[in-house]
């Protein structure tokens, strides 16, 4: 079980202790447990809808963005406004790029990104909640955590060292594939609108590996996080977008 208490560790603010310093081993096993972990994320989120359902729709969708938040620590938030700045400021150069991705210091464009993410991801928590469909906030975070496992075993970590290399290179390739599809399989569940979400959700992440490799010739762990927030706001958007026209 070791993989998946650092899978919870890693990904929530929750109070984890491991007794030892990880393995790479254990690293790339604990990839694994992504989606599982975003799984319990869904369910915190689909039982807050439920206990605050006599409040005003509009609060109901602000706590439960504000405990999304929480529950991650702003850890893929971090990613998307490294990200952003970097893709901004780096000017279409490789180098610039990876340098300003590791400025602990957040821009102009990275707070501007933040600040549209959070606002879409509102609107649509919003309209999800008053169609009371509010059971897809349990794919959500599961989806946007499966997203890590399409870039680890299709894309190339351009950093030496680091977290991310070492799951590149213990990752289970197998089952690594068989828990993304897996995961992906689930959206089967809301029908024709979770097929419209699948495609669409699909169709970003092989867009957003493309911009990935052709400015930095890979990824790195600022883009990982980057593309859990565009792909679970996407995939929200979608989904609730579709639920208007199926």
């Not at 959206?187 to 867009?207: D, E, H, P, Q, T």
Request: some cysteine; aromatic content about 10%.
């Amino acid at each position: 079980m070791t993989p998946f208490w650092i899978a919870l560790q890693f990904l929530t603010v929750l109070p984890i202790e491991l007794k030892q310093i990880p393995t790479a081993k254990q690293n790339g096993q604990s990839v694994l447990f992504y989606p599982l972990v975003g799984l319990l994320i869904g369910l915190i989120l689909f039982g807050l809808s439920i206990l605050l359902v006599k409040l005003p729709i509009i609060l109901v969708a602000i706590i439960i963005l504000v405990i999304w938040i929480w529950l991650t620590g702003g850890l893929h938030l971090d990613g998307l406004a490294d990200t952003a700045d970097a893709w901004v400021g780096g000017f279409g150069d490789r180098e610039r790029t990876l340098k300003i991705m590791k400025d602990p210091s957040c821009g102009p464009i990275g707070v501007l990104s933040l600040v549209i993410v959070c606002l879409m991801k509102f609107s649509a928590l919003y309209v999800l909640l008053e169609q009371r469909l509010s059971a897809f906030l349990i794919l959500i975070p599961m989806l946007g955590r499966s997203v890590p496992l399409f870039l680890f075993l299709t894309t190339r970590y351009v950093r030496a060292n680091g977290l991310g290399r070492s799951i590149t290179d213990s990752i289970p390739k197998t089952l690594a594939w068989m828990v993304f599809v897996i995961t992906l399989a689930l959206l089967c569940a809301f029908k024709w609108m979770g097929l419209v979400a699948l495609i669409s959700f699909l169709l970003l992440l092989v867009y957003l590996r493309f911009l990935f490799i052709k400015r930095i010739g890979g990824i790195t762990g600022d883009t990982v996080g980057a593309a859990i927030e565009l792909s679970e706001t996407g995939l929200i958007l979608t989904f609730v977008i579709a639920s208007f026209y199926i």
